[in-house]
């Protein structure tokens, strides 16, 4: 009995090496978990006749250590949770920690396997997420937006003098105001419906008092469209005391004014919107004229040409154009006991009827970790645990071997005596 009890101590031992081998192979396997051999006694009837390893059993639950890859198209999840990915070939959804992601040929969001990875697709323009699904990714072009709106800020010098000669619309594109008509001026860019480029300049002149004098706080506003003069010339008025601007009104008009452009065609076909000028935050002090801000919403025709992620999830495409538009968010799982998932490889699982079904959100919200971009998860393998380990194996399978030397020993002797 003993020799069959010590027989099976070693296999037993050599059933836990495999475990072990197997988690020391995979310390360096991105988002593997460790295994552990679960020991169990063997019983007939009630008596005990040998060990065997009764489970093996993964440390889900335990996170690896983070390490930054610099790769934007990389993600960790900072708690718990795994991201989900939907295999083409079975249509079997799988979870793993593993954020290894690209773009496929086909225009998805994928993983290092080719796994379609689920998540929430975005309207580029209301934001609203939609269905949980495949992420696709819209990798043609992006269709030219005209411009509505240019936002001014600066400080319009309460030093300035009325210039010497009163203001001349220009004649031609090629006429450029005389710079004796004006104390400043700035350039925007704005576009039509088709993308195309134009400029926008606003020409600041002290008002004059009709005396060859400049009236104090007032500055007329010349708009010009590409060399031609464009709308009605703007009177911003600024307190005498506090600087601040009282026309256009940044109570009742929002501090803004609107240039009547909608339905003008350009040179290339493309037809321009109305223009908001929006003044609110300009200044009348003292001292030097500054800009602050001087932008234009709208842009061209752009193709794509890249993408990023975001610590929310938020899959961010990027066009030559230079503008971003977040296509869509990746979803992260989480379960009501995440350990009794079935393993189908060392860094993927797959629901069970223990583990309970998944409960689906974006990252950060519920139980659901946040995401770490540009970096990746470790596997949780202790290496100087599993060392350990294999030095007590050694010590238990030198012990059960004793114990067959032993049994073997004195039933040689027995025979000798007989």
Do not use: C
């Amino acid at each position: 009995m003993s020799f069959d009890i010590a027989l099976s101590g070693i296999q037993a031992i050599n059933d836990s090496l495999d475990t072990t081998s197997h988690n020391i192979a995979n310390a360096g396997t991105y988002g593997y978990k460790s295994l552990r051999s679960n020991f169990a006694s063997l019983v007939a009837g009630t008596q005990v006749t040998g060990v065997m390893v009764g489970s093996t059993t993964q440390n889900i639950s335990l996170q690896g250590s983070i390490l930054n890859t610099g790769r934007s198209l990389d993600a960790s999840i900072n708690g718990t949770g795994f991201f989900i990915a939907r295999d083409a070939a079975t249509n079997e959804t799988q979870y793993t920690r593993v954020g290894i992601f690209d773009a496929s040929t086909d225009g998805y969001l994928v993983d290092a396997s080719g796994r379609k990875i689920q998540g929430y697709p975005v309207d580029t323009k209301t934001g609203t997420l939609g269905a949980l699904g495949d992420l696709a990714i819209p990798t043609g072009s992006i269709p030219a937006v005209a411009s509505s709106d240019v936002t001014y800020i600066g400080n319009l010098s309460a030093d300035w003098t009325a210039p010497t000669s009163a203001w001349v619309s220009p004649t031609s594109a090629t006429d450029a105001p005389d710079t004796s008509t004006f104390n400043m001026s700035k350039a925007s860019v704005i576009y039509d419906s088709l993308g195309g480029k134009h400029t926008l300049t606003q020409y600041f002149s002290r008002t004059d008092d009709g005396g060859g004098g400049s009236v104090a706080n007032s500055v007329d506003v010349h708009y010009v469209l590409d060399g031609l003069e464009v709308g009605t010339p703007t009177t911003m008025t600024f307190d005498g005391t506090t600087g601040q601007m009282l026309t256009p009104d940044p109570t009742t008009d929002a501090g803004s004014i609107t240039l009547g452009l909608a339905g003008t065609t350009t040179s290339n076909g493309g037809v321009l919107n109305d223009i908001v000028v929006n003044y609110t935050g300009t200044t009348g002090f003292a001292g030097e004229a500054t800009t602050s801000t001087n932008n234009a919403d709208g842009y061209a025709a752009g193709t794509y040409s890249g993408l990023t992620l975001d610590t929310d999830g938020s899959v961010i495409a990027s066009y030559s154009n230079g503008q971003k538009q977040t296509v869509g968010k990746i979803a992260i799982a989480t379960f009501p006991d995440e350990g009794q998932l079935t393993a189908i490889s060392d860094t993927s699982w797959i629901t069970s009827t223990t583990s309970g079904e998944a409960l689906v959100g974006t990252p950060g919200t519920g139980m659901a970790g946040s995401l770490t971009v540009s970096s990746l998860e470790q596997s949780n393998v202790d290496i100087t645990s599993e060392l350990v380990g294999l030095m007590t194996s050694q010590r238990n399978y030198q012990a059960n071997s004793k114990v067959i030397q032993t049994e073997s020993t004195m039933l040689q002797s027995l025979m000798q005596a007989i």
